[in-house]
């Protein structure tokens, strides 16, 4: 099959964007996917050292992983010189390190027991929708019933088991105290007349933190949120004219799909994120490694992460 691709493309020539920041970035590429498979080894040996406690699944084989993969997603999109598209990665690094940071502060196990707690609940949520009488049923049915369609099947009988299977894990004493803390979280959401959900994971409990943003207060990072989580937003949410079209003198621009635009942007909070909290768990779980790796950071890999480039694009025809 022919590409339907033929030449220079007005908005859309994947093959000139990834020449244009494999010339204008290529030894911040190269770095980046050193840092991947370095970080990545890193995570398996981390938790190879640990006692595979909740903790260690939830700190390394959940956020640590995530931000493995929000770094990776971002580099990949890098790489094809899609840059606008890899700051959405960057914002799933940054939520992941704030949560991973913030988990790792003080009372760790406990923190990670109301997250697997929360984690369970919101597996469960999924299989009651095919309970008759549950709240998430009633939603479903009727949310499918506004679109005039009956929806998926759902088979009650085997969903019940599943919901079953979690509630007895639930029930245990090690996550009874935090299932209640979400149960009355929920409650007191009904008692006034909202929708009875789940709060956030961690917004019970002691040190809760009502929302993401309190929670990087509390870990003394709220100008990153106010200013990195803010512009990442705009991606992720489709809500910055100014990435997708210009006007100027009254002719209006539409943008390529793909630019290196955003390349510094994506690339600087993505990594940079990821390297702090790698070295962070480095000193955690493999303390003999930590002067390495902090030495490896500071003279081979910062200097990549940390140059800044302005990219202005051509005019398009």
Request: glycine residues 6%.
């Amino acid at each position: 099959m022919s590409s339907p691709i033929r030449g220079v493309h007005a908005l859309y020539d994947p093959t000139l964007a990834k020449a244009d920041v494999e010339r204008l970035f290529g030894e911040q590429l190269r770095v980046g996917a050193e840092i991947v498979a370095e970080c990545s080894n890193l995570l398996l040996r981390a938790f190879q050292s640990s006692e595979a406690r909740l903790v260690d699944i939830v700190a390394l084989g959940h956020f640590y992983r995530a931000l493995v993969v929000a770094a990776d997603g971002c580099l990949i999109c890098l790489q094809s010189g899609a840059a606008e598209q890899a700051l959405l990665h960057t914002r799933k690094a940054f939520e992941a390190g704030l949560q991973l940071q913030w988990l790792l502060r003080s009372d760790s196990d406990s923190r990670a027991r109301r997250f697997y707690t929360w984690h369970l609940r919101e597996e469960r949520s999924w299989y009651l929708r095919a309970i008759p009488g549950s709240v998430e049923h009633e939603e479903h049915k009727k949310a499918w019933e506004a679109q005039g369609d009956a929806g998926p099947p759902l088979d009650p009988i085997e969903n019940q088991s599943l919901v079953d299977e979690i509630n007895n894990v639930l029930a245990k004493e090690d996550y009874r105290e935090a299932n209640a803390l979400f149960d009355a979280a929920r409650e007191a959401k009904s008692n006034k007349g909202r929708r009875p959900t789940d709060p956030l994971w961690f917004s019970v409990g002691d040190g809760a933190q009502p929302t993401l943003a309190a929670l990087a207060t509390s870990i003394g990072r709220r100008t990153d949120y106010r200013t990195t989580y803010r512009y990442l937003s705009y991606a992720t949410h489709s809500s910055s004219l100014a990435s997708s079209a210009r006007i100027r003198d009254a002719v209006i621009r539409i943008e390529h799909v793909r630019i290196p635009r955003h390349f510094s942007t994506a690339f600087i909070f993505a990594f940079a994120e990821w390297l702090h909290r790698s070295l962070e768990i480095c000193e955690m779980y493999r303390p003999g490694e930590g002067v390495a790796f902090a030495t490896r950071l500071r003279d081979q890999w910062f200097k990549h992460i940390k140059a800044w480039y302005n990219v202005e694009m051509g005019e398009s025809s």
